[in-house]
């Protein structure tokens, strides 16, 4: 009998941990599904499911340094949203900072990071000549974008573009543009209509710094080197270097001597 009620109690326990997983597993899938830009493709067209009616969302606007460009930001959600909030790229730690300040908090360099969730497209309205003209003229996601806003105490060097982080393709096929996907990474002028890409195709950034001497960008990055379309700590990370008066693709600071070097060091650690 007792091996009996210890058999029911375990089976139980079992029972239990199994169901708590796939209500887990479940609920994660769920979230993940809402998140991003949801793709229309040719067969999704053809199915009797209704297409979800989208709304603008405005973020706060924000005057672009020694311009006379008035920066809007748009974001998009469904009208399923009953909590009535943006999906936001990256974690809540990200937008806790104390110098946060609506859309928009201090940066480093005295460049100013756009924070506004789930940002799709910016608008750009020029005040002086009432022209407007929007960034991006495709379904993205702007993980990342950068601009400079400089105070009148500020004395050191100067830096006038802007830098982009844009996911802009279904790249592991699951039907959304969300920070899953490959990141490109570009630098504009300040109209952000003469755009260069200056990351490869298959990455992510993770940081970016100006050497002020050489006046050059470098980007530290993740590339999906084993290509399964993920991004996580089993890829390389690579560091790119390009320059800021003649921008083009990064290219690599370190070697493949170098990359071997690495190699053998971390093979004679347990």
Known sequence: ??????????????????????IVVFDTN????????RLVTKDSAKTSEPKKQQLLVYGEYMNLDSTHYLLIPLGMKTDEDQENRLLK???????SSESYSGSYRSYKYNFYSLDFGNCNNIIFYNKKTD?????????????????PYYSKEYTAKKYWFLLLGIHEEDTNEDGYINDEDAEKVYISDLSGMNMIQ???DNSQLIDWYIDESTNNILMKVRIDSNNDKRYSSADDIEILKTAISSP???????GEEIKDNIKKILEQIK
């Open 1 to 22: 009998m007792k091996r009996l009620a210890l058999g029911i109690i375990i089976g139980g326990i079992v029972g239990a941990v199994l169901i708590l997983i796939i």
């Open 30 to 37: 769920k979230r993940k599904g809402q998140e991003g830009l």
């Open 89 to 95: 790229n990256k974690s809540s730690d990200y937008y």
């Open 131 to 147: 022209e407007t003209h929007l960034l991006l003229q495709k379904p993205a996601v702007i993980s990342e974008f950068y601009f």
């Open 198 to 200: 200056i990351t490869p």
């Open 248 to 254: 083009e693709q990064g290219k690599a600071i370190i």
